[in-house]
């Protein structure tokens, strides 16, 4: 893979990241935007977002990604929204949402964007959800959104979509739970990979490729550092986590985690 740009943007600086169809964007906190393009295996430096941001919610559908809330570099919390287009590669903002937050989650579903917990103006833990609606153009609040999935004074919620349905980690049981989106609570599905651990919910990844659920991560008692990465396609039943790839690490945990789906073209004849 190609490397980071040490000389602009360096190893030690904040970073996050987000896929958007088969490209990946990394932010470094007050420093930029990095565009890259895998199939080309090649960087393009990219305008910043109308409001530079860390610690934003975020979510892709197709080629285009969307930030949300956040703090910017004077440490003021955001309420506003950009989407960024990996084709036009261009940003527009889209209206702010109803309440600025910090260490959110976002995911895309049913068509909407959804931007779910974080911690508000007094660094209150916010329970609350908002969802986006496009035809509409308006944010919708969802009070209560993360109760239930035991969501405390830590990291951001730990969530992913696959078919259309949200997917969370409890950190405090080590349970994954499924959201119920008529009743607005979470109902318990299974256990995580016993080999995985997490300070509070930092140092694991949880993400969706396709129809699975990937979580990544390590044992928190491991001597040299691993990490492992396991798979599950829902199917309404408990998890059964299928190790699918392992390696030696430093540090046996992830500061951030991206999965890009790419699949090869074919051509008939």
């Avoid at 190893?11 to 199939?39: N, T």
């Avoid at 080629?63 to 929204?81: C, E, I, P, Q």
């Avoid at 390590?218 to 829902?234: A, D």
Wanted: hydrophobic share 35%; charged share 25%; net charge neutral.
């Amino acid at each position: 893979m190609p490397k980071i740009i040490k000389d602009v943007f360096p190893r030690d600086s904040y970073k996050e990241s987000i896929a958007v169809g088969r490209d990946l964007l990394v932010f470094f906190k007050g420093k930029g935007v990095e565009h890259i393009q895998f199939l080309q295996m090649r960087y393009i430096r990219t305008d910043p977002a109308n409001y530079p941001r860390y610690l934003f919610g975020s979510a892709s559908a197709g080629h285009k990604a969307y930030l949300a809330g956040g703090t910017d570099n004077y440490g003021r919390l955001l309420s506003s929204v950009d989407m960024y287009d990996s084709v036009e590669r261009g940003w527009e903002p889209l209206p702010s949402m109803n309440r600025a937050r910090r260490q959110c989650s976002g995911v895309f579903m049913d068509g909407k964007l959804f931007v779910i917990g974080g911690k508000g103006s007094n660094n209150e833990e916010l329970t609350c959800g908002e969802e986006y609606d496009f035809e509409l153009g308006s944010w919708r609040v969802i009070e209560n959104m993360t109760e239930g999935l035991n969501v405390k004074d830590y990291a951001p919620p730990i969530v992913a979509v696959v078919s259309n349905e949200l997917y969370g980690c409890d950190y405090a049981e080590k349970n994954v739970k499924r959201y119920d989106k008529e009743n607005n609570r979470w109902i318990t599905i299974g256990k995580w990979p016993v080999n995985v651990s997490s300070m509070n919910g930092w140092g694991i990844g949880f993400k969706a490729c396709a129809d699975k659920l990937i979580i990544i991560g390590g044992p928190s008692s491991s001597i040299h550092g691993m990490l492992e990465l396991h798979s599950w396609v829902p199917d309404g039943r408990s998890p059964a986590w299928n190790l699918i790839a392992s390696k030696r690490s430093t540090r046996g945990s992830v500061y951030h985690a991206t999965i890009i789906s790419i699949v090869a073209e074919s051509t008939t004849e």
